[in-house]
């Protein structure tokens, strides 16, 4: 009677897609299956442990719904967001190191992003009556990486109020501080928003808990959020951080680039550039966007 042989978990798994269709899938899944059972045995993982963690990723499906996006929250914090953030920018830079270079930095999307934000004019405010926070103009250029200007590129924008809030935050708000506008025919841009601030990812969930019981803080520093797209080009999504803010180093989601942060210049009262008039303090933000050619996706992986 001979003794059973140890079997490889992992290597069992793997042979099982061996009818498997797609090689990518397969790729990924491989791989996928080998760290988790080595994760598994590293930390010589214990029943009441793996059975915590699925109840953590129970909740933390659970409480998604159609205005918040756990699993988001849970990549984004845990570093994962902005590491195949960064895979991208080395693809690339590989791809074409020279115009990659040039183009603006992404960052991470998050989990408030509201798809279908108002077409708004150039110009516009998107400030409701009310909102919570100071002034703040925004302008600049979209360029390609030779500096050529993109007319009719597309800036679809948002950001929380001044105290951090996100319209999907507030349970029954409709969309607050959100717009989509174009470039004229210089691929100028220019709207007025809040000179944002510093605050906390939602903390009311299992990512929040998480976070806790990591020792982590849950703070992000001032940002606004901008996706910038152009035909022929690669879309973008990135933020402006305001330069002087709390957390620049230390992002709860490890988002911050320095090519992002921005001055906020400080202006009295008094008529604004664009001949607006303002009864209160309000900030100018000049940025320009550069985006890159469109990737052949084939090309390279
Ligand atoms: C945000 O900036 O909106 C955000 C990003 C990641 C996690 C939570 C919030
Ligand atoms: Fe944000």
Do not use: N
């Amino acid at each position: 009677m001979t003794a059973p042989q140890p079997v490889d978990l992992a290597e069992a798994v793997i042979a099982r897609m061996s009818d498997c269709a797609d090689p990518r899938f397969r790729e990924v899944m491989t791989s996928l299956v080998r760290h988790l059972h080595a994760f598994v045995r590293e930390v010589d993982l214990r029943p009441e442990e793996w059975m915590a963690a699925i109840e953590f990723l129970t909740a933390t499906g659970q409480a998604c719904s159609e205005r918040r996006q756990e699993f988001i929250l849970l990549s984004d914090t845990l570093g994962v967001s902005m590491a195949v953030v960064g895979l991208d920018q080395a693809r690339a830079l590989r791809c074409d190191a020279g115009t990659a270079r040039r183009a603006t930095e992404a960052t991470v999307q998050g989990p408030f992003y509201w798809e279908g934000a108002p077409d708004v004019p150039l110009g516009c405010d998107l400030r409701a009556d009310g909102v919570a926070g100071e002034p703040a103009c925004y302008s600049g250029e979209v360029t390609d990486t030779a500096g050529r200007p993109l007319p009719g590129a597309l800036l679809d924008i948002w950001s929380g109020d001044g105290e951090g809030v996100y319209d999907m935050q507030v349970e029954g708000q409709g969309m607050t501080l959100r717009g989509r506008l174009r470039t004229d025919s210089d691929g100028r841009y220019r709207f007025w928003s809040i000179r944002p601030s510093e605050y906390p990812v939602p903390t009311d969930g299992p990512v929040g808990a998480m976070l806790k019981r990591m020792g982590r803080h849950p703070m992000r520093p001032g940002h606004i959020h901008l996706k910038v797209s152009a035909d022929g080009h690669m879309p973008l999504t990135t933020h402006l951080f305001a330069r002087g803010g709390r957390y620049l180093d230390s992002d709860a989601v490890f988002g911050v680039r320095d090519s992002l942060i921005v001055d906020f210049e400080r202006h009295e009262p008094g008529i604004a550039p664009d001949g607006r008039h303002l009864a209160q303090p309000y900030y100018t933000v000049r940025y320009d966007f550069r985006l890159a050619p469109l990737r052949d996706p084939t090309g390279f992986r």
